[in-house]
């Protein structure tokens, strides 16, 4: 049986950040695929640059910034977001609460007069917790309809603050009428990203540069965990940790260990289009999100990241996990809301690729929260760390998967 000091279970950013600040300790990464990065991963067809979706970088660590630039080998992209909203056919900007003056004025009558009659109610879900801050028609047109296609599920399911730092702060209306007033621009938590020109798979060739290839094993399936004897049943073998540290979304973690817990663990899936078409857009935006009767809602342009001169875009459409997706219609459907919405018009499709993230956001809920701390609780002090974003089922970004990273390194060379 193969024995090893530090296992590491996924080889996506958060598993090769953990095993480089690891150093000289020894370790060994098992990836399921036949290449690292999980979902940040890129493919270079016919002159189009795709992602598995958007992956665009921001930071508030410097440090965490340089860890990632140290090593790459491409131009990277400095960009200022420029991101809006297709409410009804009027183009809104993002957020939608912080813009409803570009509204028609109907609704923008309606969701003032609704922001200053708002009451509070108890916030115990994110659906009680948007229409008491914001109002029922900015909850209703927007926030509700939106976050229903995103997530695929009925919003009273999910934690008040399921969204965390990443929702946009509410305003009351004094608040918001002041914003009005002064026609200050929203800056949010990633107001401006990074992003090579080679797409998002070069952050991962970045970090993999400090790691020992010799240390990663791919194309291996975890099996079974037996947390007791530490031992990880794989399809390479058994092999012995003193500690272990895994990625693997919670859920599917814990079935592997043959635990479980009282929380429901659920989440969405996202099927992804990548398009590519014969000539530009017109349309400036970097992303456009979609609250409507399209299948979609979040669309992304490449083209207007790379300054490429034909249409490039990212098209995500939310799904409960369990529902069959049928690529063919999907794609129909697509094709005809894009000229719909007027994205498309005479234009003609080039290339396109079809991937499906499962799971792509979990649902956040008191119960899964309180489930994993128990957890970290009972198993750190043996060696044992759930992290990332789905390790720690939660809602993040890349720069908090390598703090956390970090984190955890430091805490398994100072045991």
């Known amino acids: 049986m193969r024995k090893v000091k530090n296992l590491i279970i996924g080889g996506g950013i958060t598993g090769l950040s953990t095993a480089s600040f690891l150093g000289d300790d020894d370790y060994l990464i098992l990836e399921k695929e036949d290449e690292c990065g999980g979902y940040c991963k890129t493919t ?80 115990e879900n994110f659906k009680e917790y948007v229409k008491s801050t914001s109002g029922d028609s900015i909850a209703n047109k927007f926030l509700i309809p939106y976050n229903e296609k995103l997530y695929a599920t009925d919003l009273n399911q999910l934690d008040s603050d399921a969204m965390g730092r990443f929702f946009p702060k509410p305003m009351n209306f004094d608040q918001l009428m002041e914003r009005l007033g002064n026609k200050s621009r929203y800056v949010s938590y990633n107001d401006n990203f990074i992003y090579p020109v080679n797409g998002s798979i070069e952050f991962v060739r970045s970090i993999l540069k ?117 690529e063919h219609r999907l794609l129909n459907q697509v094709l005809l809301d894009l000229k719909d919405v007027g994205v498309i018009e005479d234009h003609k499709l080039v290339d396109h690729q079809f991937i499906v993230m499962n799971p792509a956001y979990v649902h956040i809920t008191k119960e899964s929260d309180q489930a994993y701390k128990d957890w970290v609780i009972e198993n750190e002090p043996n060696g044992i760390y759930s992290i990332g974003r789905y390790g720690s089922w939660t809602y993040c970004s890349i720069e908090d998967n390598i703090i956390q990273a970090r984190e955890t390194a430091d805490k398994i060379r100072n045991k």
């Open 44 to 123: 270079v067809r016919n002159g189009f640059v795709w992602d598995y979706s958007g992956h665009f970088f921001h930071f508030r660590n410097h440090e965490i910034r340089e860890y990632v630039m140290a090593n790459m080998d491409c131009e990277v992209l400095e960009v200022r977001k420029i991101t809006d909203i297709d409410y009804n056919g009027y183009i809104v900007d993002f957020p939608f609460q912080y813009n409803i003056d570009q509204l028609p004025k109907k609704d923008f009558i309606e969701c003032l007069s609704d922001l200053y009659n708002t009451k509070d109610i108890s916030n």
């Open 210 to 326: 400090r790691l020992d290839p010799l240390k990663i094993q791919n194309n291996v399936t975890v099996e079974a965990i037996d947390l007791k004897n530490k031992v990880v049943k794989t399809t390479m073998g058994e092999i012995a940790f003193e500690n272990l540290i895994s990625s693997l979304p919670f859920n599917t973690f814990l079935k592997l260990c043959g635990t479980s817990t009282d929380a429901k663990l659920t989440s969405n899936k996202v099927a992804v289009f990548n398009l590519g078409f014969d000539k530009p857009t017109w349309i400036k935006t970097h992303w456009r999100y979609y609250p409507g009767k399209e299948i979609f809602y979040r669309v992304g342009f490449y083209n207007n990241i790379l300054g490429a001169d034909r249409m490039s875009l990212y098209v995500e459409i939310g799904a409960t996990t369990n529902q069959e997706l049928d």
